[in-house]
């Protein structure tokens, strides 16, 4: 059974930092691509980062780069996302996602964990 628990999430003031964790289980996590996802009241999901399983490269959305940092341990089957210099929209739940293939739609999503910046 695959499951993905996001945990980490809470109340911060902008300025500040969270890490995230997403604790995998029920596949084989270090030949999948993972990625963090968030979507924000009233918004549609949107990409994040990605860690890629081959050669291990990253990416960003343009409105966390240079804050965000997307790692993964794959004896832990755990991803992370550290979070710092946070703003009042970075608010939003943060969902973990899982994917085999480089491309295309994520085969498992998390429950998400709520992240809140206040001003």
């Known amino acids: 059974q695959v499951q993905l628990v996001e945990s980490g999430g809470g109340l911060v003031q902008a300025g500040g930092s969270l890490r995230l964790f997403c604790a995998a289980s029920?596949?084989?996590?270090?030949?999948?691509?993972m990625a963090w996802f968030r979507q924000a009241p009233g918004k549609e999901r949107e990409f994040v980062a990605v860690?890629?399983?081959?050669?291990?490269?990253?990416n960003y959305a343009d409105s966390v780069q240079g804050r965000f940092t997307i790692s993964r341990d794959n004896a832990k089957n755990t991803l992370y996302l550290q979070m710092n210099s946070l703003k009042p929209e970075d608010t939003a739940v943060y969902y973990c996602?899982?994917?085999?293939?480089?491309?295309?739609?994520?085969?498992?999503w998390g429950q998400g964990t709520q992240v809140t910046v206040s001003s």
């Open positions: 996602a899982a994917r085999r293939t480089a491309w295309g739609s994520f085969d498992y």
């Open positions: 860690s890629r399983w081959s050669g291990g490269s990253t």
């Open positions: 029920g596949f084989t996590f270090s030949t999948y691509n």
